[in-house]
């Protein structure tokens, strides 16, 4: 039997934009990050940490808010406003790229 080439079916990309999106679905393979984005696209206004920690925390049994705020602070929004999704100051903001993020994961 002949071997597939796989490579037919790979639409032509340059190497930035490849790393680009690898990059913005390593930030999205987590599950608490994604909750993250969809929960501020459902607020009116932007929260501050302690409410988006305890929403965090409300949907594990096995995360308390102390270490959903931890989690959020040292880890989660980082990675999040690193990719260009979140502004994060004093409240947590998405970005036009959140919005994008997020439709792209509705397609999935």
């Not at 049994?61 to 502004?87: M, Y």
């Amino acid at each position: 039997m002949g071997q597939r080439n796989h490579d037919a079916f790979e639409p032509e990309t340059d190497a930035t934009a490849t790393t680009e999106t690898d990059d913005l679905l390593a930030v999205l393979a987590n599950a608490d990050r994604r909750f993250v984005l969809a929960h501020l696209s459902q607020r009116e206004t932007p929260p501050s940490l302690a409410p988006l920690a305890a929403a965090l925390s409300a949907r594990s049994d096995d995360l308390t808010r102390e270490d959903a705020q931890i989690a959020l602070h040292h880890a989660h929004l980082p990675k999040l406003e690193n990719a260009g999704l979140v502004k994060y100051d004093d409240t947590v903001e998405l970005t036009e790229r959140a919005d994008e993020s997020l439709a792209l994961l509705d397609q999935l």
